[in-house]
């Protein structure tokens, strides 16, 4: 069940009036019990098994690891159950594609043995758990957190609906005592949740599948397109991502302040960020919180001798890390590597930067930010032809043409702009559509720029007003093609 | 001559580290106060604490810190008699 789904509009509130009606210690059963169910609508058994196992384990784990006085134990301890972790992620995720690849090796020594290929795993949400669970027993090992005692609540801490299948990931000492406490009615939460949910549903429903009439004609069928078209389907893909996933995680946050849980927000302007690391302060923050923690700070403070060139290192090994994190194929590799090597260059450039900007006399110039910015999100814009691209091939073509319309007008009619207007045949409609939306887009943020509060600070018509023009916008512009949310398949 | 107080070296090497001048220290600073003070520039911060006191941490010593305060305990813990 996703949150864009009839489904899920029928199984919140009804969880909700269970919550509500429930008594205080039992009402961590209720969302225990819908998470299982939500989950369980997946329809794959083994996923449900796969949860209650890392489940029980990271809390034997970290109950053995709290307790333990030695540290050479409690290393040794931590390094098991981690690797138990990572075991099941790559047994169920990667798994195929390393079989793949061995195939491929083995082809070029004796062609005629090859490893049976595993039947491919449905792993919708594991790398998600997963992840926490690491975090929860690295933190108890650090001395973050305690574990937690009640099996139940750590339970619904890996399992908690509105966050398991894309996040946020969650850290143990931001939400294991939110679980704990008493439960107080909130009206303002919930009113709040209700239209962060709202917004959400708006983002993905209206802007972000609407993007994908953009971007999809034109990245399944590569080859036939050369120069603008794949700007264009470029450009609208790095939107449609944010605005999916960003409306993912409205729709995470709303529904879990339902329940009176605050839950990390995962983005922060992106677009605006002024240098690649900025952007991974903005972009999915709980993941690059979570790798740059766990990875990256271990793995410089073990190369620190090193200097830069440890850093640079660190930086590297943690993206390309990342990419593989997103998916078992050589695209989400190559889109790592990128994103490593711009992290990697900025570490050098660093030390530099202040004192060319002062040595110019820019460091304060309003067209430096303005440039950086830019410059930033065509470096990111770059890195997603990688990560939509279905193929090494395709992302090749994308790549190199890219910039094939200085070419002679003819080339050009042949190959792109014609197919694509084709493509997109009712582009006079869906061009209407997008107008509208992003007039609508323009006046919401207008409104929403002082977040949600300044708008519970309106006179009631105004208030309602906007929940109207949301939902009227939701109802009559929502592309009504059935879509998954992007990061589902991570 | 005797050494400047500890929270002072401290506050330098911030200042270095993330080129910002304005950097206050007081033993109730944490991370949340100083935007340039994150996940990226933690450990670097921390080997150039290391260098400025001579000393030598581990990230389990680091990652239970809550503030300024406790950091500044640790640093005057391990370089014991210096101060």
């Known amino acids: 069940m996703t949150f864009n789904s009839l489904a899920y509009v029928l199984f919140l509130p009804l969880v909700f009036l269970a919550f509500q009606t429930a008594a205080d210690r039992y009402r961590w059963l209720v969302l225990l019990i819908a998470s299982y169910a939500f989950y369980g609508f997946m329809l794959q058994p083994s996923l449900l098994l796969i949860l209650a196992f890392v489940t029980a384990f990271s809390y034997l784990m970290g109950k053995y690891i709290d307790r333990e006085t030695n540290n050479g134990t409690r290393k040794k301890q931590l390094l098991f159950s981690v690797l138990v972790n990572l075991a099941i992620l790559v047994y169920c995720k990667y798994l195929l594609f390393v079989v793949e690849n061995l195939n491929g090796l083995l082809d070029i020594f004796s062609p005629e043995t090859s490893i049976p290929l595993p039947k491919p795993m449905v792993s919708i949400a594991l790398s998600f758990f997963v992840f926490q669970a690491i975090s929860y027993l690295a933190d108890i090992y650090f001395g973050i957190t305690g574990s937690e005692p009640h099996l139940g609540r750590f339970a619904l801490f890996m399992s908690f609906f509105p966050k398991l299948l894309q996040g946020p990931i969650e850290r143990a000492g931001s939400m294991l005592p939110q679980l704990m406490r008493p439960y107080r009615f909130d009206y303002d939460g919930i009113r709040k949740g209700l239209l962060l949910f709202g917004w959400g549903l708006f983002l993905k429903t209206v802007v972000a599948d609407r993007l994908a009439f953009f971007v999809d004609p034109v990245y399944n069928n590569v080859q036939a397109y050369a120069g603008i078209p794949l700007i264009i389907a470029t450009y609208a893909y790095a939107f449609q991502l944010y605005f999916d996933f960003a409306g993912y995680t409205n729709m995470a946050l709303g529904s879990a302040r339902l329940f009176g849980i605050n839950l990390t927000q995962n983005f922060n302007s992106p677009y605006l960020a002024t240098s690649c690391a900025d952007f991974w302060r903005r972009w999915h923050i709980s993941f690059s ?82 440039w950086q910015v830019a410059v930033t999100f065509h470096l990111v814009c770059f890195t997603y032809i990688f990560f939509r691209a279905s193929t090494i091939e395709d992302s090749w073509h994308i790549v190199t043409n890219l910039t094939q319309f200085n070419e002679n007008y003819k080339y050009i009619h042949d190959s792109g702009i014609r197919l694509f207007i084709k493509e997109n045949i009712i582009m006079g409609q869906y061009m209407l559509d997008l107008l509208t939306t992003i007039s609508v887009l323009a006046v919401t943020l207008i409104v929403y720029k002082n977040r949600t509060v300044s708008l519970f600070e309106k006179p009631t018509w105004f208030r309602w007003t906007c929940y109207y023009a949301i939902l009227v916008i939701i109802l009559s512009l929502q592309v009504t093609t059935k879509t998954n949310f992007i990061y589902l398949q991570f | 001559m005797k050494k400047p107080p500890i929270l002072e070296r401290m506050t330098d090497v911030f200042r270095d580290v993330l080129d910002n001048e304005t950097v206050a220290l007081t033993r109730e600073t944490t991370a949340n106060d100083i935007e340039e003070w994150d996940s990226l520039s933690h450990i670097t911060i921390i080997v150039a604490i290391e260098k400025e006191f001579n000393i030598r941490f581990n990230l389990a010593d680091l990652k239970p810190l809550r503030n300024i305060g406790e950091f500044e305990d640790l640093i005057a813990l391990k370089t014991g008699s210096q101060d």
């Open chain 1, 289 to 370: 919180r979570w790798i740059l923690d766990y990875i990256f700070q271990p793995l410089q403070m073990k190369w620190r001798n090193l200097g830069i060139n440890g850093t640079a290192l660190a930086l590297f090994v943690t993206f390309l890390l990342s990419g593989i994190w997103h998916g078992a194929s050589w695209n989400f590799v190559i889109w790592g590597v990128l994103h490593g090597i711009f992290m990697a260059a900025s570490a050098y450039y660093k030390p530099y930067k202040k004192k060319i900007h002062k040595k110019f006399r820019i460091d304060n110039s309003r067209w430096v930010s303005i």
